[in-house]
């Protein structure tokens, strides 16, 4: 079954205390991406990859770190994680978009189930 | 950057009436425009998407149509059911530096009341 993996789904932690959520893709996606989610702010995007090896700032990057040293997967890192990264985190894949000249087909992002994170 | 305003972000209606969900952006180079729809404790899944050369597409109960010179797209689900209920974001894509940027809206939470 073609699906996006995130573990774990619940996570309590202590303010400062590394942790890594995981995301691994199956349909062999070039796009990956982290987004948090919270009430009245909408999905907001952390980290890209566009490919291995390839990673750039989201609109809220602050206190995080990706990798991608696999197609697969990519890790969202927090290294000293405090209260106001209390959220609800998705990863998402998509594969690279098509260009046809003039235009470009854009592709839908598969999500993952997503992880509850609470700082406390 | 690109910045997706949506409207209203609660919503209730009776079964069987139309839904209704407004967004604007304002990148006029978006050029994808899908819909995401979010039950409760899950994840977002896409539900119908629209490109900028097309004005309307429908599937079923659900349609979505795009105003390229108003810069505005809407989400209209008819003969509207309680498992309609769920949390809706439209977002707006387009491409970056190569890279297909997606812009949500803040969402709206659709409530069917049987």
């Known amino acids: 079954e073609a699906q996006v993996t995130q573990n774990p789904r619940y996570l309590i932690t202590v303010t400062g205390k590394k942790l890594t959520v995981t995301c691994s893709q199956n349909?062999?996606?070039?796009?990956m991406s982290w987004y948090r989610q919270d009430p009245g702010l909408g999905l907001r995007q952390i980290y890209y990859?566009?490919?291995?090896?390839?990673?750039d700032k989201g609109d809220v990057p602050e206190g995080y770190k990706v990798s991608r040293k696999e197609k697969r997967n990519f890790p969202l890192i927090l290294e000293s994680p405090s209260p106001n990264q209390t959220s609800l985190y998705f990863c998402?894949?998509?594969?690279?978009?098509?260009?046809?000249?003039?235009?470009?087909?854009?592709?839908?992002?598969?999500f993952g189930n997503g992880t509850r994170l609470t700082v406390t | 950057g690109e910045n997706v305003e949506q409207h209203p972000s609660t919503l209730s209606v009776q079964e069987g009436d139309s839904a209704v969900i407004k967004c604007t952006y304002s990148?006029?180079?978006?050029?994808?425009f899908p819909w995401y729809k979010q039950e409760l404790g899950k994840r977002p899944q896409l539900i119908i998407d629209i490109r900028s050369n097309v004005g309307e597409k429908k599937d079923q109960r659900i349609a979505v149509t795009l105003n390229k010179t108003a810069k505005h797209f809407s989400l209209h689900i008819t003969e509207t059911q309680p498992e309609d209920s769920a949390v809706y974001f439209c977002a707006a894509s387009d491409l970056e530096g190569g890279y297909q940027k997606v812009t949500f809206g803040i969402g709206t939470k659709l409530q069917v009341i049987p």
């Open positions: 349909m062999n996606h070039e796009y």
């Open positions: 990148d006029s180079a978006s050029n994808y």
């Open positions: 998402a894949s998509s594969l690279r978009p098509k260009t046809v000249w003039p235009d470009s087909y854009n592709s839908p992002l598969h």
């Open positions: 990859s566009m490919n291995v090896e390839v990673t």
